[in-house]
């Protein structure tokens, strides 16, 4: 069981391009959450996704950011012209139940640095 | 609105101490509580959950107590060793809720 994978592990981006994050959640598990972590801060929850479904997506920034889970394939954030302010860790975790019964695995997350 | 509070923020202890690491919460309604384990610049490892009709887990040398009333847990590190500096994370998830709330961590330093 390869875990939640994240890739790419480093992204840099310059200001104005758009940044694409992906994951893919352990085998078995339906139910993907983003969080972010800015530097010297916690983990803050962005989305929430079923397959093909947004949940919950009261944690994202109203504009250029977006999240995707389709039917087939990795779940993907994506930030469309970003800012300094973008810069962080991204974190995507997995679940079993929908109701996080059996708890989160978090993947190693995504370090992105806009220049 | 839940709020997750870690104390201390930071801690250095010599190497073969038994050590104590605090969190709380201020909505005792919750569904569980999850610790986890970062190594700077990794992802996060989870060590124990704890669901809400639980007291307490226990993995090899940790131990985590949940006090729902009092909206406490605890973190007990048993004959620390180097390896395990690292910060350490409590997270809490209630019913109904997707957003998994974490505190900001205590960064443990464990001295050889």
């Known amino acids: 069981n390869a875990g939640v994978m994240q890739n790419p592990r480093h992204l840099v981006r310059r200001r104005g391009q758009e940044a694409r994050l992906r994951c893919s959640p352990m085998k078995g598990h339906s139910h993907v959450y983003w969080y972010r972590q800015l530097p010297e801060e916690g983990l803050k929850f962005m989305v929430y996704l079923q397959k093909e479904n947004i949940i919950d997506e009261s944690g994202m920034p109203k504009e250029r950011f977006s999240a995707e889970f389709p039917k087939e394939g990795p779940s993907i954030l994506r930030i469309q012209q970003v800012v300094r302010g973008d810069s962080a860790a991204y974190f995507c975790a997995s679940s079993l139940q929908s109701d996080g019964g059996y708890g989160y695995t978090f993947g190693s997350g995504t370090r992105l640095t806009v220049v | 609105k839940q709020e997750v509070t870690q104390i201390p923020a930071a801690l250095s202890v010599p190497e073969g101490e038994n050590l104590v690491l605090n969190c709380s919460f201020t909505?005792?309604?919750?569904?569980?509580l999850q610790w986890f384990r970062q190594d700077p610049g990794k992802g996060l490892t989870s060590l124990l959950l704890?669901?809400?009709?639980?007291r307490e887990q226990t993995s090899g040398r940790l131990n985590a107590s949940l006090d729902k009333s009092s909206g406490r847990s605890t973190l007990y590190i048993a004959a620390s060793q180097p390896g395990d500096s690292a910060t350490y994370l409590c997270?809490?998830?209630?019913?109904?809720?997707?957003?998994?709330?974490f505190g900001a961590g205590t960064r443990l330093t464990v001295k050889p």
């Open positions: 704890i669901q809400s009709s639980q």
């Open positions: 997270a809490v998830l209630q019913y109904n809720n997707n957003d998994m709330r």
């Open positions: 909505d005792s309604a919750i569904y569980n």
